[in-house]
């Protein structure tokens, strides 16, 4: 086609494309489908289904050689007896029309066995391929079971191995338990190659393995999700411990003593675990290779340029450009995933489709092969344009470690570029099909790979669905640029969202706006990022400079991610399971074709999308309206955080005390926006335990904050770190909460009551509780943080007791547990309990004796698991309560 164009670029217009060719698709389903059936099959079982795909497969083609071999013969002999045409003119006006029907009965004959032999061929070739993956998932699985691992597993003993990193080191996601964050340990994914049994026997072998190394505790908020490269944002290589281990590189060898255990999770790639007690430095055996040293250089280089920005860009550059998430904290985690951003963090093909769109040209010229970008201003032919891409992918693949993840974006990546430099979108399955086939049959692990299926679906529904409703869009007078960027989120959403919910157990009713809104920023921030990579090993003043440029477009996606996820109505529950799964795809299908027949009247889609809007935001006035959340009047509201506790007081009009922030910055700064909370006099914290503070980020999250208070016994000390860093880096003077402090702001009024500000130190952290009593329009609360028995007798002896007779409401100190002082209780009397738990928590929250306790005084208990949000209105002679 090039070449007959006359040109060295080619063709400006190439030519139109016929049907798209769906040959090479159920090979690919069917040995997908094989390879994760098989992987971890017995081995009777995967020598059955090969040999059966192997024998009809064979036997199809040879009835199929047989039936061409035939029809040739055939064909030859009906040429020799064929007449001249003059000598026999006569004759063939003679046969008249019943000649003509059999010559056309023979034709429809023929093409009758033709469609059938080709069908023949078909079926062979799914058998073929299944076969070829069954023997590969056959192979691959026998890794699990070779050597002397899995033997070793069962006896849990103790071994003395060599292993060699196959991928980056990274943390745990960090837990919160109870008022505990659990400790991280780093996670190495590794191949045993040499062990030294018990018995002092020393085998070499190669099994894959999970290598667990426990770590010492660390702040929640600091904890990223991954390491590697240097470990997070700033451990070096030789500071010891934890660090030690996040700084090793792929091909590395380690010597390790370890515990070795069965695989917790089967059908995985792990033939059993090895538990590495302590936390020291490791001992390393053999380096990494070059070539992962030169990867590393690179990465670490990209981590330094980013060392000076803002905290969202200094997490997010790195996993835009290499999928490198070590520094990217929980909570900013979360809110990726409640949006679907979440592909922008790991090394996907949008990364690669991008980097080499720049050198080949932009995707608004799909129909004009190679009339923009670098290669044909510089003159480069398209021969040597497809080597250097060639290049291009395997230096983006030794960069961003050529894991299967990176070699899955590395292929589909290269299937989305092929679509966006030629347009020829028929040839476009039948590829896509065949990276399909090839990557399961190189790893067959990757069939029941989640992030394989997703990015398959993602890369088809751009190949299919998009264009056409893209086309739809343009017909109806949308914008070409618009309808394309619509149909390609809506597309892959689509087609995505039912295996998301399989996992989350949630469909995120903010994923197309806003991944809309996040795409005019990915290609600014993977250029910015390719270029401070590139720019850093050579000039680090150029590279901090091309950084400081990607932080903005990379600051816009943070944003959105965070404003996204905080929205009321940014997801709705949906069963996780693929039945649910199935359930959605109906319901999509139902609105695509609702959506077709709205889209011609602008009346109705301008009405969908209000209604629409109302549903996510859910502003408090409309709100209020339609379901009473929150109550006309509220003065106390107990969020649903979970088993945590947050409280807010009114204080004004869009103004609030926040007590605690509860343990998830995403559910506390929902409650706050549906409360329509935007400034904040004073944040309280009772005491620092995780499920009271680690929420901080999301109270203080886009509203005004006058102070922080908090006790003054400052443990866990991590906790309190935290508590310290979120207030120096918004500015927010953090004070100490005594007993005795008075405050006011506007008709809401309270008193410390606990601790004291000379009491000795305290039994621990809940016995060192900020103790409240708040007045609000004649209504009395006292907020009693975690306060347990020993610290409840005291303050029932202390000058404060006085106040403690006839509350109104009284937020139940520890979640309802049992450990509480009935005489505290007596002389308390509330009128109303309220009680901050979780659902089927695993501490036996509330007790069931302090409920009884609580309702023998005269009290209405409510619980959040139960009840939800609770919001108290009215006055001391009438009081209202209102739940969520």
Known sequence: MHAASGTRLGDAHPRQEGPTDLRLVPPALAAWGTAALTVDASPGWVTGVVVFCAVVGAALLVTWQGQEGQEGQEGQEGQQRQPGRRGRRGRRGRRGRRGRRGRQGHGRGRVRRGAGAWTQVSVAAVLLCAGAAAASAGLHGADLRRGPIPELAERYARVNAEVELTADPRLTRPRIKGNHVAPAAVLLQAEVRRVRSPDGTVVDTRTPVLVIVDAERRSYADTGR????????????????????????????????????????????????????????????????????????????????????????????????????????????????????????????????????????????????????????????????????????????????????????????????????????????????????????????????????????????????????????????????????????????????????????????????????????????????????????????????????????????????????????????????????????????????????????????????????????????????????????????????????????????????VVDAGPDPLLVDRCLMTLGITRIPLVVLTHFHADHVVGLPGVLRGRSVGAIAATGFEEPVDQAEFVRREAAARGIPLTRAVAGEERRSGSLTWRVLWPPADGGAPDGPNDASVTMLVRSAGLTLLLLGDLEPPGQRELARSPEAAALAAVDVVKVAHHGSAYQDPGLIRAMAPRLALISVGADNPYGHPAPSTVAALRAGGATVLRTDEDGAVGVAGTAKELLVARD
Not at 412 to 422: K, P, V
Not at 522 to 546: D, K, N, R, S, Y
Not at 572 to 596: E, H, M
């Open 226 to 657: 991954a390491g590697g490269d240097g470990g997070g944002a700033d451990e070096g290589r030789g500071s010891g411990g934890r660090s030690s281990w996040l700084a090793l590189l792929p091909s590395t060898r380690v010597r390790v003593v370890a515990q070795v255990v069965p695989a917790m999770v089967g059908g995985d790639r792990v033939a059993a675990v090895l538990r590495v007690r302590g936390g020291g430095a490791p001992v390393v055996v053999e380096d990494a290779s070059a070539v992962q040293r030169l990867a590393g250089r690179l990465r670490a280089g990209l981590r330094e340029a980013t060392d000076g920005l803002d905290a969202d860009a200094r997490a997010l550059l790195p996993g835009f450009v290499v999928g490198d998430t070590s520094r990217v904290t929980a909570e900013l985690d979360e809110a990726f995933k409640a949006t679907d951003l979440t592909h922008l963090l790991a090394v996907s093909g949008a990364n690669f489709t991008i980097l080499l769109a720049l050198f080949i040209g932009p995707p608004g010229l799909a129909q004009r092969a190679e009339r923009k970008g670098l290669a044909p201003r510089l003159g480069i032919p398209l021969r040597a344009t497809a080597l250097t891409g060639g290049a291009l992918t395997l230096g983006f693949a030794i960069v961003c470690r050529p894991d299967p993840s990176v070699v899955r974006a590395a292929a589909c990546g290269s299937i989305a570029l092929l679509a966006i430099a030629t347009g020829r979108r028929r040839s476009l399955i039948p590829a896509l099909a065949t990276a399909v086939l090839l990557l399961v049959l190189y790893d067959p692990w990757l069939a029941r790979s989640y992030g394989f299926l997703l990015s398959v679906l993602a890369t088809g529904a751009l190949l299919t669905l998009a264009p056409r409703w893209s086309a739809a869009l343009q017909r109806r007078r949308v914008p070409p640029r618009p309808a394309e960027a619509l149909a390609a989120a809506g597309a892959a959403q689509a087609v995505c969202a039912p295996v998301v919910a399989v996992l989350s157990a949630k469909v995120s009713l903010v994923a197309v706006p806003c991944n809309l809104l996040a795409e005019f920023a990915v290609a600014p921030a993977t250029v910015f990022g390719f270029a401070t990579l590139a720019a850093a090993p050579v000039a680090m003043p150029v590279a901090e400079c091309l950084a400081w440029c990607a932080s903005w477009p990379v600051g816009w996606i943070a944003d959105i991610a965070r404003a996204g996820a905080s929205l009321p109505g940014a997801g709705v529950d949906w069963p996780g399971s693929w039945t649910g799964a199935l359930l959605l795809v109906l319901v999509t299908v139902v609105v695509v074709l609702v959506g077709r027949r709205l889209v011609s009247h602008p009346w109705l889609v301008g009405a969908c999308l209000m209604a629409f809007l109302l549903v996510v935001v859910q502003p408090p006035p409309l709100t209020r309206v339609i379901t009473g959340w929150p109550p006309p009047g509220w003065r106390f509201v107990m969020c649903d955080v979970g088993q945590g506790d947050a409280t807010v007081l009114a204080a004004g009009e869009g103004a609030g005390v």
